[in-house]
């Protein structure tokens, strides 16, 4: 029997209404042919009200309790949507993360999958039963103590599902219609795409188009998993949506994928380093023991050479970081100044930045992007304020008040718009 | 290590504030050099919540379903005491049913006991843990699915842990400070017992008084554990509460301990039966099989033997139940008749009516206290309508607008007032 993955986020099955429009997908699936394994989030707002008890009792709550806790949410959504399958005739049972067992690491609130044993879920569907629903986000430790996977988890649950079963698809179903060439909300020339390489949307994840989770199309690529992104509030069919595939699946793809862009960057410098070898690494490793997630690094050679009050090579050193992690990385910094591990004479924060990026694989083939992407930025008097590469990437840094005119003129000038 | 067994239940973990209430409560056992299992019920509300969601999502749920989603209010309790615990330095650890494992029978939602290894739990205690915190009212079934006990549930998993761990005693924590002569708000005389023999509180709990499920103090009977009802809200000590015991741990017992009541009975009298071998089971089996809980039950002879329309020798029968399952009886008996199985001239249904009982171990060996009850109830002009008895309780119906009457006659009649 051919076997497809959906899984229904938060605001999918946020009451027993949107519960029961889930069900309804999933019948249709079942109806074609398939066994379906449905992988739920919790209600929307659940988690939140399960975290917001667990750190009002608790600041510094030991994770496995906060695990504990917190996964139940999945495993109410998980009973009340086998139940309103089986109002549906649709023979259906519910999976709590130990039952199947989702075995995975014993590292709490960031747990990692081990293995998914199929040999429970595949004795039901060899019984009658043609859906299994599983509880996202958690699983279970060696120890037998519940795991969660972290925020965004159950998307990564849905993948790891695809994969161990060998699922002819992974379907995402979330509140947008798919994967677009940038937000809808910042220019309304931005087009839905049909497919979309696994590295592209890689990249687009961890840009901060926050419709998949970076670590599901990680283990999307590894396994080649097909994904798809399509809306829960709408009329699907096969077509719909987004397909995130190996990049041998699309057939034509353009230079530039998409363009993204986040607005909670700050740009931090630290003026007048020594510039000598393990510099680099005596300012980046308290900031890495800090948890600091540093994103983009420029390291110029500074004018001051020479200068009487420094008399060996000088340098600056830039890097970008998430605004709220800033006064812990200025702490972080500062306490590695007092201790000696670092010396500079000034530390300059920025916190009116926004990083917009070009992404798409046709880079690797194509010279002249990164030319052109600042061409379009200099007609619009965009000042750039550091700018960071990958294969598949370009990235700025740039006033935080240009990001909006920066993501439309770049959509404009790749002509994104065009399919 | 002396061992305890403590419960709470849902008003007594309403919030975070009361989990830390009762966290203070196990914490001083800790400190007096006990380990302690905490057994708690869901947040109140919670699981009505959730029994809410399902019932709107399939009126004839799976109950294998019906309990995996309630079972999660408890789970919810026991990480947040666990972690409210932990705050106040009192090493401690969760447990859901599967974990522990709580192994139960198959029947979901109504699931017993089949054994709870101490395993897992002791070689936690070995690491050092102070407190096991158990999820109350659920287990897992042979299937690995989660069951519950049914309402109230929480209680009987108190007595089950505390009769398999070989508690020294297990508290129930409550809304009540305790037992007594009867219910406080009928009669300001009423009492507070310090003990109470087993037998005695399986009858009140039976009769009415729903401070303990009646299938906990059975499993406490059966396995002499001595169950302590006793305040969430007040300061308490080693002599607070009532002690549920075995009744040679009471010294001197008085003939009648307390004076229970129901208003919830219905009585319905079939007139004009055929008095014959075999006619009871007639009328009870379809009865039992609408899952009637039929209580009181009285056959007389009646006035119309010889009768020109009835030939044979006829009678009346007369039983008592729930008021909320007078319409499903009506239906099983004239479906009966229908039927042919039963033959009956009327059926007079009488919703008015009360239940009051008089309970103690003491009438074993007391002669003239059914004289005495009933002289009572005569003197206040009272009519009963039903009698029952058994070897430590009488039990009248009359008519409900007597009850509270009745009541204070009778806790006076056996001076409960006093110690």
Redesign the interface.
């Known amino acids: 029997m051919p076997l497809l993955v959906m899984k229904f986020g938060g605001t999918s099955v946020a009451d027993?209404d949107r519960?029961k429009n889930a069900a309804a997908k999933v019948k249709r699936e079942v109806e074609r042919g398939y066994d379906v394994i449905v992988i739920v989030s919790a209600m929307s707002g659940k988690t939140n009200e399960?975290v917001g008890?667990?750190e009002?009792?608790?600041p510094l709550?030991?994770a496995?309790?906060?695990d504990?806790?917190v996964a139940?949410g999945e495993?109410?959504t998980?009973?009340?949507m086998?139940?309103?399958l089986?109002?549906m005739d649709v023979p259906a049972?519910?999976w709590?993360g130990?039952?199947v067992p989702i075995n995975t690491t014993a590292a709490h609130s960031s747990a990692r999958f081990v293995d998914i044993p199929r040999e429970?879920i595949n004795a039901k569907f060899a019984e009658g039963f043609k859906v299994a629903v599983v509880a996202g986000f958690q699983g279970v430790s060696p120890e037998?103590?519940?795991t969660t996977l972290g925020r965004g988890g159950s998307d990564t649950t849905a993948v790891a599902f695809a994969a161990a079963f060998k699922a002819e698809r992974c379907d995402i179903y979330t509140d947008v219609d798919g994967i677009y060439t940038t937000d809808p909300r910042i220019t309304t020339k931005a087009r839905k795409l049909e497919r979309i390489a696994f590295e592209e949307m890689l990249e687009l994840a961890s840009l901060g188009a926050k419709v998949l989770q970076t670590r599901s199309v990680e283990l999307a690529m590894r396994y080649k998993v097909k994904l798809r992104v399509l809306s829960s509030f709408e009329d699907t069919d096969e077509n719909s949506g987004t397909l995130v595939c190996d990049e041998d699946d699309i057939m034509e793809s353009k230079v530039v994928s998409g363009v993204a862009f986040s607005r909670e960057e700050a740009k931090i410098t630290l003026f007048t380093i020594e510039d000598r070898p393990g510099v680099a690494s005596a300012i980046f490793g308290p900031l890495a023991d800090a948890g600091i997630n540093v994103d983009m690094i420029v390291q110029n050679i500074s004018e001051k050479d020479y200068d009487e009050a420094h008399p060996g090579a000088v340098t600056d050193m830039t890097f970008s970081c998430p605004i709220n992690q800033v006064a812990r990385a200025k702490k972080a910094l500062e306490d590695a100044k007092t201790a000696g591990t670092i010396q500079y004479d000034e530390l300059i924060i920025d916190e009116d930045v926004a990083k917009v990026s070009v992404v798409g694989i046709g880079m690797r083939s194509h010279a002249g992007v990164a030319a052109k992407m600042f061409s379009a930025l200099s007609t619009e008097n965009v000042n750039i304020k550091v700018i960071s590469t990958s294969e598949i990437k370009i990235s700025v840094l740039i006033d935080r008040k240009y990001m909006e005119l920066a993501v439309q003129a770049l959509h404009d000038a790749f002509e994104l718009e065009k399919a």
């Open positions: 027993l519960i399960l008890w667990v009002a009792t608790s709550f030991d496995r309790e906060y504990a806790v139940s495993n109410i998980a009973g009340l086998a139940l309103t089986q109002e049972r519910s709590q130990w039952q429970n037998g103590r519940v």
